[in-house]
Structures are given as C-alpha cells and as structure tokens.
C-alpha cells in the first residue's frame, strides 16, 4: 500500500514539475520577446528613425512641388500655344486636375511618415485667366 501511494505521489509530483516548466519557458520566451523589441525601439531611437521617416515626408513634399510646378510651366507653354478660349479652358482644368492629383497623393503618402501639410493656394496667369492652383506648403513635422 505504501509503494503503491509513494508512485502515485512521485507520478503527481513529476506530472506537477512537468506541467510547470512549458509555462516558465513561456513566461520566460515572453520577457524575452519583449526585451528584444524594446532594444530594437531603442535602437530606433537612437537610429533617429522618427527623424528618417518625418525626413522622407517632407522630400515626398517638395517633390511634389516641383512635379506641381512643372505641370504650371507646361500649361503655360501649352496656353500660349492655344488657338482658342476653349482650348485653353482646357488645358486649366487639365493643370488643376493634374495639379490636385498630385497635391492629394503626397498629402495623403507625408500623412503616413507624420509630416502634416497643407495646400496654399497661389495665384497662376495661364492664358489670359487666373488661377489658383494647389502647392503644398509643410505646418507640421
């Protein structure tokens, strides 16, 4: 009767210790994963990836603004050449949806890096008429 109660505690006993460690390997795994990702949020931090990521944000900014500008310059090329008012009408509403297009885009692509911008209309002689078109001007990094 006592070996037969010794073996059931010893099994309950190793049953028990077996049950214990996948649960402190996990607790265990767990600390570590999380010790892995705070080294690498330091490592960012250090790296100045906020700075890279806010610094892209404001390159897709002033891209954007010579990709706006060139459409004017092209419009204004195209307006001179134009025979007709119509012709011309035409190629402004072809500029603005070009020009808001692209104003829209890296608006949307400085949002995700951080970077807030805002459009600040600008007056623009095409043709006889004035328009206001869309460049983007940079309020918050």
Not at 11 to 36: D, H, I, N, V, Y
Request: charged share 20%.
């Amino acid at each position: 009767m006592k070996k037969r109660l010794l073996t059931s505690l010893f099994c309950l006993f190793l049953l028990f210790t077996l049950m214990l460690t996948p649960a402190q390997a996990s607790a265990s795994a767990a600390s570590g994963a999380l010790a892995r990702i705070h080294s690498i949020e330091q490592q960012n931090n250090r790296c100045g990836f906020q700075d890279i990521l806010k610094a892209t944000g404001v390159k897709i900014i002033n891209e954007a603004n010579d990709r706006i500008e060139a459409v004017i310059i092209q419009s204004c090329r195209l307006a001179e050449k134009a025979k007709t008012d119509a012709e011309v009408r035409a190629i402004i509403c072809s500029m603005l949806t070009r020009t808001k297009s692209i104003s829209i885009t890296a608006r949307a692509a400085a949002a995700v890096c951080g970077v807030k911008a805002v459009c600040e209309y600008v007056p623009v002689e095409i043709g006889g008429y004035t328009v206001m078109v869309d460049p983007l001007r940079v309020v918050l990094i």
